[in-house]
């Protein structure tokens, strides 16, 4: 019998692990594990060294090669690890050679993000889609996987489908497959009711990079209490919320956050969550303006958005952490003055860039909170001008 295990060791330390590819800087991988630092962070482990290695192609057998392994396995001699993160996705086999040298638990990116959703997911429905996920993610890597479970326990990448026998095999996940699809179906099915019911609203959703703070943006706009905080992946759910700006109503909401190589069992999984995406009016695209590769990030979330086949909306560039931004750019010795034309251009090219669609703000400071409102209800208000010409309710 498979079963979905919800056990987190309270503090784990973990070796990161990087190759540079084709195409690829060492500057590019080192921001790479950055963000892979927080991943694991996230899921409750210190990462306490970094390996890099530039290959060709991967090692077919281990991924990286034959020496680098050996140094990363003398290293955990000398400094135990809970757990070895590969930034890149590996397979069963792969999996089962690197544990033989190293005698650690090995994972790669897909696994510990699916490990962060599996901790996150809270209702039904997100713990249905993590779970689908989860058994998708296993079940092309069973051979080297059972093992892999059965010997390693708990801990982070083992939050999820777990051999309790060792007849269990392709058959019985193919069957937790079909059987999670359905179940998903179902949910589905009451939630295209629950949108139907509400009316012809217009419909607001907040997408962007994960903590870039569109939650507690949505807290700000709704005056609501959606659960917000400094990690990665805060909501999985979609929360929605009535609002109303200026006798204008219309209804936000906030969604799972994107990141760079989002699992694709994940993007699979939650597509229906993302429905709110695919059948909003209006996106207002919350960029973390102080984060050193946001423009990347930007990048990440259109892309994404062109997968859900929602890239050709109405926009709204949301640069939040604009306090941050201006701490982490300005010199303490430049004056004010300064400092404002620097900011003013800055802000300039970007408007230049959306088609002055842009707004400056910082969620933590509520500063141009009100700016933000009123960018909005004008858009809102547009929208249903164009949708109902011949209502006035909501225009006056």
Request: proline share 2%; glycine share 4%; charged share 30%.
């Amino acid at each position: 019998m498979i079963e979905i295990k919800q056990q987190l060791k309270a503090e784990e330390t973990a070796v990161l692990v990087g190759v540079i590819q084709k195409d690829q800087t060492e500057q590019e991988v080192t921001e790479n594990l950055d963000e892979l630092a927080f991943l694991a962070e996230t899921a409750g482990a210190i990462s306490t060294k970094r390996f890099i290695q530039k290959l060709s192609q991967p090692d077919s057998r281990t991924f990286i090669g034959k020496g680098k392994l050996q140094e990363v396995a003398e290293y955990l001699k000398k400094h135990p690890a809970n757990v070895i993160i590969f930034d890149d996705e590996l397979s069963g086999s792969q999996i089962t050679n690197i544990e033989k040298v190293t005698d650690v638990k090995t994972i790669d990116r897909s696994d510990l993000i699916l490990d962060i959703f599996a901790r996150r997911a809270k209702t039904a429905r997100a713990k249905a889609q993590v779970e689908l996920a989860q058994y998708q993610y296993i079940l092309p890597r069973l051979r080297g996987m059972w093992k892999h479970l059965e010997r390693l326990g708990g801990g982070i990448g083992t939050r999820g489908p777990g051999e309790t026998e060792i007849e269990t095999d392709r058959r019985i996940v193919r069957d937790k497959i079909s059987l999670l699809r359905k179940r998903l179906q179902e949910i589905d099915k009451q939630s295209i009711t629950q949108r139907k019911e509400r009316g012809e609203f217009i419909r607001v959703s907040l997408v962007g990079y994960t903590n870039v703070g569109k939650s507690t943006i949505m807290n700000l706009l709704s005056k609501s209490d959606v659960f917000a905080e400094n990690k990665l992946f805060a909501t999985l759910d979609t929360t929605t919320r009535k609002v109303v700006f200026e006798n204008t109503p219309f209804l936000l909401s906030d969604t799972v956050g994107f990141i760079r190589k989002l699992p694709h069992h994940l993007i699979e999984s939650f597509k229906s969550t993302l429905d709110e995406v695919r059948e909003a009016d209006l996106l207002l695209h919350v960029v973390d303006i102080s984060h050193p590769k946001y423009e990347e990030q930007i990048e990440t979330v259109n892309k994404t958005l062109q997968e859900l086949n929602a890239f050709n909306k109405p926009v709204i560039t949301v640069f939040n952490k604009i306090d941050a931004y201006e701490k982490n750019t300005f010199d303490e010795w430049l004056d004010a003055s300064t400092k404002q034309e620097i900011l003013s251009q800055f802000e300039e090219r970007w408007r230049q860039s959306t088609n002055n669609n842009a707004v400056f703000i910082s969620a933590t400071e509520k500063k141009n909170i009100d700016t933000l409102r009123v960018f909005i209800w004008q858009q809102v208000r547009a929208l249903y001008k164009l949708r109902y010409p011949y209502k006035t309710e909501y225009f006056f």
